[in-house]
Nanobody, 120 residues
Framework: QVQLVESGGGLVQAGGSLTLSCATS????????AGWYRQAPGKQRELVAA???????NYADSVKGRFTISRDNAKNTVYLRMNSLKPEDTAVYYC??????????????WGQGTQVTVSS
């Protein structure tokens, strides 16, 4: 069973920082691609940042230069460091992992989400 558990969300003032963590289990994490998405009220879920198994990264234009995605394969965990937070970053942040294992086949799994609220 694939499990993704996010942590690190919370309330922060504009200009502040937060680090989100996503601990995974049930997959071969080192072979998985991972990413962070967010969904604000009344809006569609959008990609924030992604990282391949080879640690190539990709960011939404709105967070480039402020957010950093990273992974620790030894801990089966993906991180999102968020600096210079803005009120428009307020959303529920979701972790995603996708890939293939002989046991699972192709998978595309989500965490339960963690709330990030940035006050002005």
């Amino acid at each position: 069973q694939v499990q993704l558990v996010e942590s690190g969300g919370g309330l922060v003032q504009a200009g502040g920082s937060l680090t989100l963590s996503c601990a995974t289990s049930g997959i071969i994490f080192s072979r998985a691609a991972a990413g962070w998405y967010r969904q604000a009220p009344g809006k569609q879920r959008e990609l924030v940042a992604a990282i391949t198994s080879g640690s190539t990264t990709n960011y939404a234009d709105s967070v480039k230069g402020r957010f950093t995605i990273s992974r620790d394969n030894a801990k089966n965990t993906v991180y999102l460091r968020m600096n210079s937070l803005k009120p428009e970053d307020t959303a529920v942040y979701y972790c995603n992992a996708n890939g293939f294992t002989p046991r699972l086949g192709t998978y595309n799994s989500w965490g339960q989400g963690t709330q990030v609220t940035v006050s002005s």
